[in-house]
């Protein structure tokens, strides 16, 4: 039951702010993102048109909690098919910032290691310039495992036979154990501290 | 044929996974007679993980104004890639605040709008195009394909190329080459789950397994694919799929310029056919 005392009706305006979130009161809840979704096929209650409408009423604390934001694929499937453009892809992602936001303040607690991830991917692509394989696996994985040690192990178990595989083929020579950088990486730098999140 | 020189954007994954790609990509260049010179120190245009448009803008100007600076349209391999540099580029277009604000973050970002990004797909297709192509190739694949678009060709519509529903690029040119394109309308722009892989590898492997297994009912002797990340999914990873999902998939996976390089006559080796996980030389056997 949805206590009405307990909505947030700026919540909206909130995600209007966030860029991609522009659209959202475009939404007439037609569902067409939600039929067509290759998640909601695999998970049933995966509802896109859900998170909209709780977003809509205000239902901030249980939208910015909702472990389905995090299993969002970003294909556009739905945003190619929305017949209102409310950019559906972009307006989850405009959500997962604001979420990520809030439980880097402390304030909720994000039931998905995808923050962790798409952090660690921001921050070695920060240092290097280009995506680091190597690096990104040994940042996010003791972080997601909570130790450095379970992390490795956690590693070593989804990633050593494709390693192996790899390594055979010659596509992950020690030339892949150390990092590509750009060289202009002051400016690449730069960038995140002006563009990134604050 | 309108198009002589490109900028070439790689993207991260051509030194390592799709090391494949980017040898197959470059040796069909060369044989189209179309120069490709690899941007002078590009970097990553933001992949799936940089969620945020201001952030993924900031780095493709940089990109974008690289190729400017040559004076050339930006070619790539890779979909994520070319959604990337192709949204910032339009991003940037259409706002001169957006262009002003980046370019005061360093005189490197300046971008006048100039140029486009465009992937190798639509490159072959609409620039050099299908009597150049057909009149180079020397070579008939018997091969039955299953032609796999996933996302960013055809979606969303500000960038897409191709039809979002049933995009028809890949079909024809591997129809061009004498291949047989299998009935595969239902999948073929499907996601392979790779933005998943790392946080949820259970939903990841199911999407690629339904990718695999309608490939393989449909008769294909491969799939043929444009994105380094569904290559990685589909063939770098089908022995972790059918491993933890306790199936049988022995499903080839080539990336359509490694398909295209074969019809144009080029040698298997330098097109990195030797590099693919799921062994293609079946296949190889079906050029005459």
């Known amino acids: 039951m949805i206590k009405t005392w307990e909505l947030d009706p700026s919540f909206k305006y909130e995600i209007m702010k966030e860029p991609g979130g522009e659209h959202i009161t475009s939404c007439y809840q037609c569902s067409t993102c939600t039929i067509g979704c290759p998640i909601t096929e695999l998970v049933p209650d995966y509802n896109p048109r859900k998170i909209i409408q709780m977003s809509l009423l205000g239902m901030r604390n249980e939208v910015l909690t909702s472990p389905d934001l995090w299993i969002c694929l970003i294909c556009q499937t739905c945003t190619a098919r929305c017949p209102q453009d409310v950019r559906i892809s972009d307006l989850l992602g405009a959500i997962r910032r604001i979420a990520e936001k809030e439980a880097e303040a402390g304030k909720l607690k994000i039931d998905s290691s995808r923050p962790l991830f798409d952090k660690a991917f921001q921050h070695q692509l920060e240092k290097h310039g280009r995506l680091y394989d190597m690096g990104l696996a040994m940042e996010y994985y003791p972080k997601k495992e909570g130790s450095f040690i379970s992390g490795m192990k956690a590693m070593m178990k989804d990633y050593k036979d494709f390693g192996m595989r790899m390594f055979k083929k010659g596509k992950m020579g020690p030339k892949a154990m150390l990092p590509v950088k750009v060289k202009d990486r002051t400016v690449i730098k730069k960038i995140f501290e002006e563009m990134g999140e604050k | ?288």
């Open chain 2, 1 to 288: 044929m309108s198009v002589s020189k490109m900028a070439y954007y790689p993207g991260c994954p051509s030194e390592g996974t799709a090391m494949d790609q980017d040898m197959s990509t470059k040796a069909v260049f060369e044989k189209l007679g179309v120069e490709l010179v690899e941007m002078d120190d590009w970097n990553c245009c933001g992949a799936a993980e940089v969620e945020d448009p201001r952030l993924v803008y900031a780095l493709n100007a940089r990109n974008l104004a690289i190729a400017e600076k040559e004076g050339l349209d930006i070619v790539t391999p890779c979909s994520i890639c070319y959604y990337n540099l192709e949204r910032s580029n339009q991003a940037l277009k259409a706002d001169e605040d957006l262009r002003t604000k980046v370019k005061g973050i360093d005189n490197s970002l300046g971008y006048n709008g100039k140029i486009r990004a465009k992937h190798v797909l639509d490159v072959f297709m609409n620039d050099v195009g299908q009597d150049e192509l057909k009149s180079k190739m020397s070579k008939k694949l018997n091969i039955k394909v299953a032609p796999y678009y996933g996302c960013y060709l055809g979606r969303p519509r500000e960038t897409a190329f191709d039809d979002p529903d049933d995009p028809v690029l890949m079909d024809r040119l591997i129809e061009l080459a004498g291949g047989e394109v299998v009935p595969f309308s239902q999948t073929k722009t499907l996601c392979c789950g790779g933005p998943l892989m790392m946080t949820r590898s259970d939903i990841a492997f199911a999407m690629s397994r339904k990718i695999l297994d309608a490939a393989r009912s449909a008769g294909a002797d491969c799939i043929a694919l444009a994105c380094p990340l569904c290559g990685m999914m589909l063939d770098g990873k089908q022995a972790d799929i059918e491993k933890a999902l306790n199936v049988t998939l022995g499903m080839p996976v080539v990336y359509i310029t490694q398909l295209l390089g074969l019809a144009l006559g080029i040698d298997a080796k330098k097109l990195g056919l030797n590099k693919n996980a799921v062994d293609t030389k079946e296949l190889l056997g079906k050029v005459v």
